[in-house]
């Protein structure tokens, strides 16, 4: 489990739990509700507490996975392998400990699924074998837990839905249309039950008028404002991605992504398993007067095919890849309920006539046991995030270099997140006054969380620059630079679609930020330096997360580690354009500060562009000392370096410095 705050969404939603605030929309005022609870454990950081719940959400669905397979095939060892699996695959390992909602949707996933086996347990005739049978409950009582749990699980994430429509319909029209569907009182108690469930979204009504938290999203105090916030409006209702990024992928390359993912997940094992168990459950005569397999068939299609098509995330982008991998757990839990059936089918048809019960028990859980342990072994190691404080260490280097009271405008998830979790949080550095430019563009930021600003100047009702009454960026430096004399720094990208400050402003690297400058400021580049050397993040104080088998290019850790670079990249870029200067008087100075800048980046994590231009900083040395003819063998030896990564489309330079390296090595062979 993450000892601190994890990247994404994580550190947000740890901060609404922590404040009782309201999260990005929809709110997620269920996981607010009990994460508020976490906090007041009295150990370990706030982000841990909150970690423990989603930890403890992961155990509950673990449970109500086996219960639902357990009692749907009368098989211990079949719930015991659906639960043990699905738990332990890696993507849902990953969410299960850190804060985040998807471990309460696995949980109620699971809960709604048990309860629905249950009710068909209790609609039909069949009785489980054994003294140990459970026991069957009112159909209709269980429709009203079923109609609480629905509208409960709403409050966490939407993406339920798709699941809960199916489970209505197949619940009140194909199985229980006598007593539910064609007696009124019974629709409106369900409804009203429903209802019921969804009352912790009277938060975001309540919170903003209690107390108008910092860092708080919306404007949901009034009934437009909630309305926005529920349908998630300001990303697009039904969409996950508010960008315009297409890359022209379908429901074709996303199945592809999907089955792929699942076969990664679990082994060669779970995909025929699965579908043997799907088959199995589609044609069992179980559950009777209609099979709940085919519901479970019929929610698994919906869901695969109708929300796959809807989702508008570029999969070509792997940090996009990796947030709609997030949302393949809820159709896998089917998955992992098919491959317990399928397994209890087998060992139902597989063992001689002669096989006592006692040794059946035996061989099918020593080979369940087996399974499991290989599945957590192999999954362990890359899992196990006990010591990732990396997250922690990434804010801690945008935060501490800065002066006092300093202005930092974010762009960003990681850039915005942790720093605000960090203030909040753990108290570090609330004198900074961190400005995320997404929120500041939409139209409650700047009344609804101006105000926690006081010596920030929001020049207008909104942060946009063709609005009318609205502020461009340009306008905004303007005041808070030239006219307040206030430090402003940037982390992460500017929003796009505003240029206006481009002709009237600059940025110097700051470590992990950049200092924003009006372009007019003329800055001694080396006196600089002195600034910026201690401002650089170090090794020696961050736990950087350098296995690339643990980190992929999906997760967060690889985009904050490449932030990290960047920052030395960034450093190295300024000095290299103040060489190239001729009318420069430090420029040698200036290629030696880059070649000792990405020296260091080679040492610890290379990159073709750190090579390249590493290279070309020794290059111009070497025509400035034309005897020396180590520098010779530097360019040979780093634009080797450089070649070897192979060519890269549109690098127009390759050609050049593949005959620049045989030059230099046949000078250095003749010499």
Known sequence: MFPSAPGGDSAELIIAAYQMSVAHPPGYPLFTWLGKLFTFIPFGTIAWRVNLMSVMCGVLSAVFMFRAVALWTSNNWAGFLSAAMYSFTPLIWTYTVQAEVFSMNNMFVNLLLYVTVLYAYSKSDALVPGNDAPKKHDPVVLAHVGAFLGGLSLTNQHTIVIFLVPIIVWVTVVVGRRELLFVRERWVSLFGVMLLGMTPYLHLLVSPMINPHKYSWGDTSTLSGFKTHFLREEYGTLRLYSGTMDDGSGLWERWGVYFGNVHKELHYLGLPLAALGAIVALKGKRFQPKSVGTLVMVAYLIYTCWFFRLTNLPINSALHLGVLMRFFMQPNALVCIWMGIGFSFLADHLFPAHTSTTQKKTILGATVLAIVAFHIGKNFNTMDQSQNWFFYDYGLNILQPLPQHAVLLVGGDLQSNIPQYLQLCEGI?????????????????????????????????????????????????????KDKKREVFVAGEWKQGDPTHQDHFKTLPFGMTQRVLPVEQTVDLMMWKAILDPAMPRLEQTRLPNDTAKYSAESWESVALANFWEAYNKKANVFLQRGFDRNAHDSEACFHEVVSTLEYVRQHHPSRWSLKYLGVAYDHLRYKFPHDKEWGRKVAEIWSEYLAYGREEGDKDFDTITKAVETAKMMLTQQ
């Open 429 to 481: 550095r609330t004198d900074v006054d961190v400005l995320p430019m997404e929120t500041m563009s939409w139209d409650w930021y700047t009344p609804r969380q101006g105000v926690h600003f006081p010596n920030v100047t929001f020049p207008g009702y909104t942060y946009h620059p063709w609005k009318q009454g609205a502020y461009s960026m340009k306008r905004f430096l303007d005041v808070n630079i």
